[in-house]
């Protein structure tokens, strides 16, 4: 299976029912559920373990067959996939850190059981203020992460470094306030304002943006062009989406092809250490000679 076939993916573990009894009991094993289209054609509902990386579960699924459900009787967040055609029950409990995506996940995993057409949504942030996109724009900014891969995109050490100065800005504004920062999220880092200010502050990025950038923009776009896109629903979506993919630990293969070590891939943190540790060694290389932005975050 490649990483283009993959509807949906969220951490999760199995549990089983206790013998004779009613009581189902998680494993501590750790594993991702995953949605995938199949070579066959077929729908396949798949269990991997996170450790050893193989596929220890793999259950073909026609729509409208099975849904999951919660198990109500169960404390926690244990999970049922049921079957209408048959008495088959499979449990999982969610694996997340943070419980506030578990219905998010649970809605889109049943709305493509119910039709493997269902368009995937995603909740972001809507409190900033929008301007329309073009479709285009659409297009180009809700391509999934994984399938970014294939473009043969490598970041500049630019590019490297003005994330760098965003995750650094993010860092700092948590430390001047004393409090420890939650669960990091790309949706917190990468927002228009902590990008927006490097289009004018590092104008030679601009150019390097070119081609990324819908065909149809102004050329040579504007900061104020590429505000506009980055401040987009669907701008949001896209690193939502990249944030959900990383949470899996399935992106390794993406995170090579932007000149990160395949261990960048395998979870929020790691990508963010592993973009530091770049824009490090590029100012060293250049002789910035300035001070280490490394994140002791835990």
Not at 52 to 57: F, L
Not at 133 to 160: C, D, H, K, M, R
Not at 272 to 295: F, K, N, T
Request: net charge negative; hydrophobic share 35%; glycine share 8%.
């Amino acid at each position: 299976m490649s990483d283009s076939d993959t509807l949906l993916a969220f951490k999760a573990g199995r549990a089983f029912r206790s013998e004779g009894t009613n009581t189902i009991v998680p494993s501590p094993t750790k594993g991702v559920v995953l949605l995938i289209n199949g070579d066959d054609g077929l729908l396949h509902f798949q269990w991997k373990n996170r450790v050893s990386g193989q596929i220890e579960e793999d259950l073909i699924l026609f729509p409208s067959d099975a849904s999951f459900v919660k198990v109500t009787q169960s404390p926690g967040r244990v999970y049922v996939l049921k079957f209408s055609s048959s008495n088959q029950r499979h449990f999982f409990w969610m694996q997340d850190a943070s419980s506030t995506r578990d219905d998010e996940f649970v809605n889109n995993l049943n709305g493509l059981l119910e039709d493997p057409d269902y368009q995937v949504q995603w909740s972001t942030p809507s409190s900033q203020p929008q301007a329309p996109a073009s479709s285009s724009t659409a297009a180009s900014a809700s391509v999934p992460a994984a399938q970014s891969a294939s473009t043969g995109f490598q970041a500049t050490p630019e590019q490297i470094a003005a994330l760098s100065n965003a995750l650094s800005s993010f860092q700092t504004r948590n430390a001047l306030a004393g409090a420890t920062p939650p669960e990091l999220a790309l949706t917190d880092i990468l927002t228009p304002a902590n990008i927006a200010p490097l289009f004018t502050s590092h104008p030679e990025l601009v150019p390097t943006l070119f081609p990324h950038l819908p065909p149809d923009l102004p050329t040579p776009p504007s900061p104020e062009t590429l505000q506009r896109v980055i401040s987009s629903p669907h701008f949001r979506a896209a690193v939502f989406s990249l944030d959900q993919g990383l949470r899996t630990g399935l992106l390794g293969g993406f995170v090579r092809s932007l000149g990160l070590p395949e261990e960048a891939g395998t979870g929020i943190l790691p990508f963010l250490r592993a973009i530091q540790e770049q824009a490090d060694r590029e100012r060293s290389g250049s002789g910035g000679g300035g001070p280490s932005d490394s994140m002791d975050t835990d």
